[in-house]
């Protein structure tokens, strides 16, 4: 079947709307202050992953030191996801923009 050539597909143009709702202002509030926590948190499992590592260095236990340097890179990973959240999600809204 031959697609007609006079049919013309019509062009949707939807764009976030912060006004659409009641009660955004609130939310991006509330994902502000989780992202705190989850960078505050992020620093917390930093340190107590670096006095593991320690005392597993210090101790001559190497599973614990092992455990410690996991905690420091996990706690390090989180804190970069945490940070680059927002650019995240815009990079990949603007990617799929240009679908």
């Known amino acids: 079947m031959v697609a ?4 013309v597909v019509a062009q949707i143009d ?3 709307n912060e006004s659409g709702l009641p009660g955004i202002s609130q939310l991006r ?3 502000g202050a989780v992202m705190t926590i989850g960078l505050v ?3 917390l499992a930093l340190i107590i992953s670096a006095i593991v ?4 260095a210090n101790s ?8 410690g340097k996991i905690g420091v ?3 390090c990973g989180a804190a970069i996801i945490c940070g680059a959240s927002v650019t995240l ?3 990949f809204w603007n990617v799929g923009q240009q679908v």
């Not at 007609?4 to 049919?7: E, G, K, W």
């Not at 001559?60 to 455990?67: F, I, K, T």
């Open 14 to 16: 939807i764009n976030p």
């Open 53 to 56: 590592w320690g005392f597993g």
């Open 60 to 67: 001559s236990n190497p599973h614990l030191a092992g455990r």
């Open 89 to 91: 999600i815009n990079f």
């Open 73 to 75: 890179l996990v706690s």
């Open 29 to 31: 509030t509330i994902v």
């Open 41 to 43: 948190l992020s620093v």
């Open 4 to 7: 007609d050539p006079a049919v």
